[in-house]
């Protein structure tokens, strides 16, 4: 990521209380740690987590003790937990980490990627239609969601490329990027898709190699 002091969207209003869920997982707690880091005190950072199997408290310790940090746990499948923390920390903006990941594990317990990575991010959709506060929600996908590659002849992926996810995984963040493209068309939420490849590094759960 690029820092600069200067760097602003015309037209576009500026964060100033960021939600972060799934904020406790790897990916999620980095950054967390790097707008702490980072940025000072320029936002007030909210990391929202249920603690699940693969997320740690240790993700954030090295920020906790700021006073722009709070640690809320909560589900993002419970909209009065998601209803509490929008409402209690005046949460402006939203960048949403928190899914069930890992393509293997999809294969065996698939209900609750679905439940999780879909039923989840229409909660804190309509919660956030609702509250009518929120002026940006960046939803973390994945590039799996594109399918597979031909390994004999790889291409790049475009973003205009149609979608053919391949397991219960990329299926379910496939089906999360539909209702938030009719979020963004129907109540006009501010929403913006970024689909990652493969992260890997320090603090990383075991279970995968990358996540």
Same mark, same amino acid.
């Not at 000072?40 to 003790?65: E, H, I, M, P, W």
């Not at 509490?84 to 960048?95: G, M, Q």
């Given at each position: 990521?690029?820092?600069?002091? @200067?760097?602003? #969207?015309?037209?576009?209003?500026?964060?100033?209380?960021?939600?972060?869920?799934?904020?406790? +997982?790897?990916?999620? +707690?980095?950054?967390?740690? @790097?707008? #702490?880091?980072?940025?000072?005190?320029?936002?007030?950072?909210?990391?929202?987590?249920?603690?699940?199997?693969? %997320?740690?408290?240790?993700?954030?310790?090295?920020?906790?003790?700021? =006073?722009?940090? @709070?640690?809320?746990?909560?589900?993002?499948?419970t909209p009065k937990d998601v209803e509490n %923390? #929008?409402?209690?920390?005046?949460?402006?903006?939203?960048?949403?980490?928190?899914?069930?990941?890992?393509?293997?594990?999809?294969?065996?317990?698939? #209900?609750?990627?679905?439940?999780?990575?879909?039923?989840?991010?229409?909660?804190?959709?309509?919660?956030?239609?609702?509250?009518?506060?929120?002026?940006?929600?960046?939803?973390?996908?994945?590039?799996?969601?594109?399918?597979?590659?031909?390994?004999?002849?790889?291409? %790049?992926?475009?973003?205009?490329? =149609?979608?053919?996810?391949?397991?219960?995984?990329?299926?379910?963040? %496939?089906?999360?990027?539909?209702?938030?493209?009719?979020?963004?068309?129907?109540?006009?939420?501010?929403?913006?898709?970024?689909?990652?490849?493969?992260?890997?590094?320090?603090?990383?759960?075991?279970?995968?190699?990358?996540?």
């Amino acid at each position: 990521m690029i820092r600069s002091e @200067h760097t602003q #969207l015309n037209g576009v209003p500026v964060p100033k209380s960021v939600l972060v869920t799934g904020g406790a +997982g790897f990916i999620g +707690g980095w950054f967390v740690r @790097h707008l #702490l880091q980072t940025y000072g005190d320029r936002y007030a950072v909210t990391c929202f987590d249920n603690l699940d199997y693969c %997320a740690s408290v240790n993700k954030f310790k090295a920020v906790s003790q700021l =006073s722009n940090f @709070h640690f809320v746990r909560g589900n993002v499948c419970t909209p009065k937990d998601v209803e509490n %923390a #929008l409402r209690n920390y005046h949460i402006d903006s939203i960048v949403h980490f928190a899914a069930r990941s890992h393509v293997d594990t999809s294969l065996n317990d698939s #209900l609750s990627f679905t439940q999780t990575n879909v039923i989840g991010t229409q909660v804190l959709l309509e919660v956030a239609r609702e509250q009518g506060s929120i002026r940006r929600f960046i939803h973390v996908s994945t590039d799996e969601v594109y399918g597979e590659n031909d390994a004999q002849n790889p291409t %790049a992926f475009t973003e205009e490329q =149609s979608l053919h996810p391949t397991n219960p995984y990329s299926a379910s963040k %496939a089906a999360t990027e539909m209702i938030i493209q009719a979020y963004r068309k129907s109540f006009h939420i501010p929403l913006i898709i970024v689909r990652c490849n493969n992260v890997f590094g320090p603090r990383q759960y075991p279970e995968s190699t990358y996540s």
